[in-house]
């Protein structure tokens, strides 16, 4: 039985002769791998010390940074399930997030300790006081024991807490995907620690590697990216699509994307015309990366070797996909319907932490998405069935306008959705963020052609149906923190313009 996943990461830094490697640059100072194990004793010290017992629930609500690191395997070494949250959030959603997970202690620092230090929740500690004690050297049983819960990423509803296990971690991990190890690498995630993909690729691929992570406490902005990425030598990258793109407008960009082994692409789909302008630059350095947070990394591979934009590579081996019509029938070959994967296990999300892990085993697992696998293996991602607007009666895939409507030059991102019109109908209205610099230099007239040559340049490609009948634009996109299109926001947005 797989044990302690805390453990199992000591015992391999320790066999390895890794424990006085630098694991994390953070805080402007490096730390070591005997003092990142020996911070996470203490943090079990100090929840066991708290009185908290095996299986209790612990909210992080830290940024990303050494004491988050100390607190999630500490609390894994003590039996307690992790579940770091956005401390970036609004204090009503932080609040709804706290009643969700129904923690039996919060984690703060002083950026939270005003937000969650209220009557009526749970009791609250300071990361400082959680590991102020000396070092405890017991584990507890991993195995079948729950060890994180994370939210999903709430595109479609509510998020809804994921629960893992420690056994779930003993496969290498992901889902970034085999990014390199060793004394010379050095990653940057500016995805967070409070979703699956940020940590596995700070913490555990990290650990499990012997690798060095960069970590920041604010949220990256491209900017900051680049002058991290020149500071410390970053190696490997892993980002958002969308972030990747306005890195692409940031000065020094290019000596940055050039001093990098390998840059993953992950959480939201790699549009055509972001493809068009990385792989000239990145060429086999780029990696594309395909999963879900219920099951972890689907696919992945490199698209300068295909020719589609949609190709996002072939399925990694022990997960085999397969494309199944509205019956659930196997479709063939270059037939798009919806993808399932068989997953040796796959994690419910459930409305509340008392219900506690959810998980199937062995099972054909829905994704939800449009998808397709060409007669070569490889997999091709095409939109979310959810996302799917029906006008005039016709389904219409809102991720074949947006791809379009993105090569026009002063369009930096395009997103389409319905809009149920004042005398009844519904026809798709576009929202599109031009190119930084082009609001300034617009006028009315310039705005008004830049709408005419869009619906002019849906018209000439595609069916009347797919034809957005007005242009909206936007500052951004609602966007979660990972970078996925929000289009139950955009709907509401539209609301305001009909």
């Not at 000591?10 to 730390?31: N, P, S, Y």
């Not at 990385?278 to 219920?294: H, K, S």
């Amino acid at each position: 039985m797989p044990g302690n996943v805390t453990q199992d990461l000591t015992q391999l830094a320790r066999a390895r002769g890794w424990l006085e490697r630098i694991a994390f640059l953070a805080d402007d100072r490096a730390w070591t791998y005997a003092e990142v194990f020996d911070g996470a004793a203490r943090a079990a010290r100090g929840y066991r010390a708290a009185g908290l017992r095996r299986g209790d629930r612990v909210l992080l609500a830290l940024p990303d940074g050494v004491e988050m690191v100390w607190s999630v395997l500490g609390a894994w070494q003590a039996g307690l399930v992790a579940v770091p949250v956005n401390v970036q959030m609004s204090p009503q959603d932080l609040l709804r997030a706290v009643e969700t997970v129904e923690p039996a202690l919060a984690v703060i620092d002083p950026d939270t300790a005003g937000q969650l230090e209220l009557p009526g929740f749970a009791p609250a500690m300071k990361v400082t006081t959680l590991v102020a004690g000396e070092p405890d050297p017991d584990f507890a049983e991993g195995g079948d024991a729950p060890a994180l819960a994370v939210f999903t990423s709430g595109t479609t509803g509510a998020p809804k807490l994921c629960f893992f296990l420690h056994g779930n971690f003993a496969a290498p991990p992901g889902p970034s995907g085999p990014n390199g190890g060793g004394r010379t690498t050095v990653g940057l995630s500016v995805s967070r620690m409070y979703f699956l993909g940020g940590l596995h690729f700070s913490v555990l691929t990290t650990l499990a590697t012997g690798r060095t992570a960069v970590l920041s406490r604010t949220r990256a902005t491209p900017a900051a990216a680049i002058d991290l990425i020149d500071r410390h030598q970053v190696t490997n990258l892993f980002a958002q699509p969308s972030f990747l793109a306005r890195m692409l407008l940031e000065p020094g960009h290019e000596e940055a994307f050039a001093r990098l082994r390998e840059v993953s692409s992950a959480g939201e789909v790699l549009s055509p015309r972001l493809r068009e302008r990385l792989v000239p630059i990145l060429g086999d350095r780029l990696v594309n990366n395909y999963g879900a947070t219920e099951i972890g990394l689907i696919s992945l591979g490199r698209p300068a070797a295909y020719r589609t934009p949609s190709a996002v590579g072939p399925a990694v081996p022990g997960r085999p996909v397969r494309i199944v019509d509205a019956d659930g029938r196997p479709m063939p070959a270059g037939r798009q319907g919806e993808l399932h994967v068989y997953a040796d296990f796959a994690s419910r999300g459930v409305a509340r932490g008392s219900l506690g892990p959810d998980q199937v085993t062995d099972t054909w697992w829905p994704t939800g998405d449009l998808a397709s696998i060409d007669d070569d293996g490889v997999l091709h991602v095409h939109g979310r069935l959810d996302d799917v607007e029906v006008i005039g009666g016709q389904n219409v895939v809102p991720g074949e306008v947006e791809r379009l409507l993105e090569r026009h030059p002063r369009v930096l991102e395009a997103a389409v959705s319905s809009v149920r019109r004042p005398a009844g109908d519904t026809s798709l209205r576009a929202y599109v963020v031009t190119v930084p610099g082009d609001d300034e230099a617009a006028d009315g007239a310039q705005d008004a052609a830049l709408d005419a040559e869009l619906i002019a340049l849906a018209r000439s490609r595609l069916s009347w149906y797919k034809v957005p009948q007005d242009v909206v634009r936007l500052d951004t996109l609602p966007r979660n923190a990972n970078g996925k299109l929000l289009r139950r926001h955009l709907r509401a947005v539209g609301d305001q313009y009909v």
